[in-house]
């Protein structure tokens, strides 16, 4: 599974932006997908992440409320809507698809939000 991860970018504090992620090689319908970022100095954090087949979602308590992951298994994404951004959001944004003992990660994505 390949994973390819796009749109940051820089936005203003309060702002929003929408990561997605495609997969390609063979489909992630089974998988649970998820979001991870690495701030600057800091060690990579989860995020969020979804179950397989559309399931249930779990989120970090600092983006609960703020961020939403999805997934579109026709179109093999896995998106984050990302709003009310904060600075202290600034990372390298990585997907990751896994299954069993298999794990997957996207090339990562930055965003950048300035006060």
């Known amino acids: 599974v390949q994973l390819q991860a796009s749109g940051g970018g820089w936005v203003q504090a309060g702002g929003s932006l929408r990561l997605s992620c495609a997969a390609s090689?063979?489909?992630?319908?089974?998988?649970?997908v998820g979001w991870f970022r690495q701030a600057p100095g800091k060690e990579r954090e989860f995020v969020a992440a979804?179950?397989?087949?559309?399931?249930?979602?779990i989120y970090a308590d600092s983006v609960k409320g703020r961020f939403t992951i999805s997934r579109d298994n026709a179109q093999n994404t896995v998106y984050l809507q990302m709003s009310s951004l904060t600075p202290e959001d600034t990372a390298v944004y990585y997907c990751?698809?896994?299954?069993?003992?298999?794990?997957?990660w996207g090339q990562g994505t930055q965003v950048t939000v300035s006060s």
């Open positions: 990751n698809a896994r299954v069993g003992w298999a794990s997957y």
């Open positions: 979804n179950s397989r087949n559309s399931g249930a979602t």
């Open positions: 090689g063979r489909t992630i319908r089974n998988y649970v």
